[in-house]
């Protein structure tokens, strides 16, 4: 076996971590669990769908090891590639709670979300998070990125969820791939064909300077393995997902209205870690909001009439017009937002970071009440920010505090309600959404949801829009309707007689009715995690079939 890990295919990375001889691969390409939808846009899958699963050991501890092939569809992550992950830490899981101790170690090379499969993509990146969320209550779950693809998309969202992340020189980790920025925000804010600025800014030396990555080794499979068994030993673990309060104190002084050097970041981060954060105290205050779908839905459902917020673009607040008291949020516009790239309501990193210093305080405020407060999300976020310092100082870690927040506080019991009334794309929706315990939608043609627009779309799966759109027609996790997606079984709730955005009485009555019954629907089943979205009659009948096959398999092989 060749001594760089990097040039290791992902069944050779996962066999040369293991103590020798004893990893059990599990669903593995013998067992042909393939992604139909590749099939029915002509595209050639892979037996294993580019996802290797193991059981073993590593020093004697036993781990599951779970490594993404980035040479197949580069690393993307779709229903059955997602499912295998899912299933496998879900099993992880279950052992930890039983008081059996593994170890789960993920592999990453991975571009994100495979635009071909787009929605199972983003549905199977959200469960993946929540489960590592969970997984950390009971052990490290590390994350190891050798190098060729790296890890980009929502799987760098994941990534910085990980307890510990350790890399070679020749990773890359960012939310958004040069080429996309450059597709979404023009050559002047990145140019994707300039090596040396995407190595300085998303390159693995410079991400161990911005905390990004936690641990940089020489690529060797002797350097990974002993990497890896001394953090599942020491039990590592940065808490990269729950640092809110710093990184807000840290952009407070920052001047980011325009682009920052690199050493200029650097020596701000260096800085401002040596000083005492005094924490933000939540407060609201009177600020210009600006009217937008999430806004008008956010004033209709907590009965606010002039709704403000110290973050212009981040709105929480208490709500009586439900059957129990609620709390609701909102990520919202500003054209005048010293951060240009997030003047439209796209979340960036204030609002990834507030978002989840919010979330934080409800979670403390209610830590020892017998009934938690269920939180209702309105969504209406148009995508990430796509902007050189949202990647440089880490766009992807802001989104993982968010989405993290959302899943410990359903795990600890608070049900949470999203309504999709305006878009819902990408890491926005990874990070403000796609933790809900329940997703309600209104039937408007204006909602999209998606994984990345055509056009980027187009660019990097290198088929025309009118390619895109043709293949939407026979694979529905690929459009950007809402009617396409209420298909994958991922709603709760379609209300298909709200056709429009508005907030009329009926309309707003309507909303809050789906929304009581979501609630009740939780706490009647004490539904704490995800798995509702792949067992409903929806899912189960046609919106995730080969999602319930991989489950299926999994619990047959894993105590095999």
């Given amino acids: 076996m060749k001594n760089s890990f990097v040039e290791l295919n992902a069944r050779e990375r996962v066999n040369a971590l293991l103590d020798t001889e004893n990893g059990r691969e599990l669903v593995g390409p013998f067992d042909q669990m393939i992604a139909p939808n590749l099939v029915a846009q002509g595209i050639v899958p892979e ?10 050991t590593i020093g004697h ?17 779709g229903e059955v590639s997602g499912a295998k992950i ?35 993509g983003l549905l199977s990146i959200s469960e993946i998070g929540n489960l590592i969320v969970a997984l950390k209550k009971y052990v490290p779950v590390i994350g190891v990125v050798p190098g060729r693809v790296g890890s980009f998309g929502g799987m760098s969202i994941t990534s910085a969820l990980m307890s510990y992340l350790i890399t070679t020189k020749k990773a890359r980790v960012g939310l958004n791939g040069p080429e996309v920025i450059e597709q979404e925000a023009g050559v002047r804010e990145f140019d994707s064909s300039d090596k040396d600025l995407i190595w300085n800014t998303i390159g693995a030396r410079q991400r161990v300077q911005a905390q990004i990555i936690d641990e940089l080794v020489t690529d060797s499979v002797e350097s990974i393995k002993s990497a890896v068994l001394a953090a599942m030993l020491e039990r590592k673990d940065s808490h990269r997902s729950e640092n809110a309060d710093f990184y807000l104190s840290l952009l407070d002084s920052l001047d980011l209205s325009k682009p920052m050097t690199i050493e200029s970041y650097n020596q701000a981060l260096i800085e401002h870690q040596a000083q005492s954060v ?7 205050q009177a600020t210009p909001a600006t009217t937008s779908v999430g806004y008008d839905w956010f004033q209709a459902l907590t009965g606010l009439k002039n709704p403000n917020s110290t973050v212009s673009t981040v709105y929480y607040g208490d709500s009586k017009r439900f059957n129990e008291d609620v709390v609701v949020t909102a990520i919202v516009p500003d054209p005048k937002n010293p951060m240009y790239r997030v003047r439209d309501g796209e979340v960036g990193l204030v609002e990834g970071f507030r978002m989840a210093q919010i979330l934080n305080h409800i979670y403390e405020a209610d830590q020892n009440k017998a009934v938690k407060r269920p939180i209702v999300v309105v969504i209406d976020v148009p995508s990430q920010a796509y ?26 019991g608070h049900p949470i309600i999203g309504v999709i009334v305006g878009n819902a794309i990408s890491g926005a929706f990874l990070a ?3 933790q809900s315990s329940r997703l309600i939608a209104l039937n408007s043609p204006a909602i999209s949801v998606q ?28 459009a950007y309707d809402i009617r396409n997606y209420n298909k994958l079984g991922a709603l709760y709730r379609f209300l298909e007689k709200i056709t429009d955005q508005s907030t009329s009485i009926t309309n707003v009555n309507a909303v809050i009715s789906a929304v009581n019954d979501a609630i009740e629907d939780v706490r ?14 929806i899912a189960v009948k046609m919106g995730r079939v080969e999602t319930n096959k991989v489950q299926a398999k999994m619990n047959e092989e894993w105590n095999a």
């Fill in 524 to 537: 009647r089943t004490n539904d704490t995690m995800l798995t509702a979205r792949y067992t409903n009659e």
């Fill in 387 to 412: 902007g050189y310092n949202e990647e440089l100082i880490g766009i992807h870690v802001a989104l993982a505090n968010s989405a993290a927040a959302y899943a410990k506080l359903r795990q600890a």
């Fill in 451 to 478: 994984a990345m627009s055509k056009e980027s779309a187009s660019r990097i799966t290198k088929r025309s829009i009118a390619e895109i759109e043709a293949a939407a027609e026979q694979v529905p996790s690929i």
């Fill in 47 to 56: 037996s294993d769908d580019g996802i290797v699963v193991s059981l073993g």
């Fill in 61 to 77: 501890k036993k781990v599951v090891v779970i490594a993404m092939e980035g040479s197949f569809q580069g690393g993307g992550i």
């Fill in 278 to 284: 005094d924490l933000p105290v939540i407060t609201e």
């Fill in 432 to 434: 403000h959404g796609l």
């Fill in 86 to 120: 899912i299933a496998a830490l879900s099993h992880a899981l279950e052992e930890n709670q039983n008081g059996h101790e593994i170890f789960p170690i993920i592999v990453l090379d991975t571009g994100g979300v495979r635009l071909q499969e787009a929605n199972y």
